[in-house]
């Protein structure tokens, strides 16, 4: 079953995209509509990632909602009370509904790229983390090590931090902070953001599963 993760409060939930893209169209109802947009993108992968945040909409709220954007791109729903942000990774896709207005979600593939990509996201302070909790040396396999692992829930942090933010010209590292934590499979840990003249401290959740790293903000 796609369907593989679901929460109520807040409303969320997360699909594995197993299926083609042609028979993931079928599932709706009014699939002409669907198709219209669809055909639009060139790449298999990217209508089946489009069509799998859609069917996870559908699930949740129980009918198939359009989704809308701004300007600044970030997505919306008409005639809702529920905000909405979306994610998707290799072969899954993410939505949360909340009715506060600035949600925000992300998930990433279990991989070393964050790990890699680190000093182009990443302060000293918060790289200084990664000799506290795992020592200076990668060892073992990587895509498992805590390294590796550290690195994507920062990087997803950061990313769902974004998307609260809605804000253009947002610099990972000027910007976005990752407040010291004790890193778990599950959990939560702050975030401050020096982009806003508020200077708002987001509490993100994470869950961390063989194959993919997800964190959240209500």
Request: with cysteine; proline share 4%; glycine share 4%.
């Amino acid at each position: 079953m796609p369907l593989l993760l679901t929460r109520q409060s807040p409303v969320m939930g997360i699909w594995k995209s197993t299926e083609p893209w042609q028979d993931m169209l079928e599932s709706f109802r009014n699939k002409e509509i669907y198709s219209h947009d669809v055909l639009k993108i060139q790449s298999d992968k990217r209508k089946q990632e489009w069509l799998a945040v859609r069917l996870l909409l559908k699930h949740l709220s129980g009918s198939e909602t359009p989704i809308s954007y701004h300007d600044n791109g970030a997505p919306f729903l008409c005639d809702s009370p529920y905000h909405i942000s979306i994610s998707h990774t290799v072969g899954y896709a993410a939505v949360i509904l909340s009715k506060n207005p600035n949600p925000g979600i992300d998930i990433e593939y279990r991989s070393e790229r964050a790990w890699k990509l680190r000093h182009k996201y990443m302060g000293k302070k918060e790289q200084e983390m990664f000799t506290l909790l795992c020592g200076d040396k990668q060892t073992g396999d990587e895509k498992h090590s805590g390294q590796t692992t550290l690195a994507t829930v920062c990087w997803c942090a950061k990313e769902t931090a974004y998307k609260a933010l809605r804000k253009t010209e947002v610099d990972f590292i000027e910007h976005l902070h990752v407040l010291p934590f004790t890193l778990f499979e599950k959990g939560n840990f702050l975030l401050k953001e020096t982009k806003t003249s508020k200077q708002e401290v987001f509490n993100i959740h994470y869950q961390i599963t063989e194959d993919f790293i997800i964190t959240w903000k209500e």
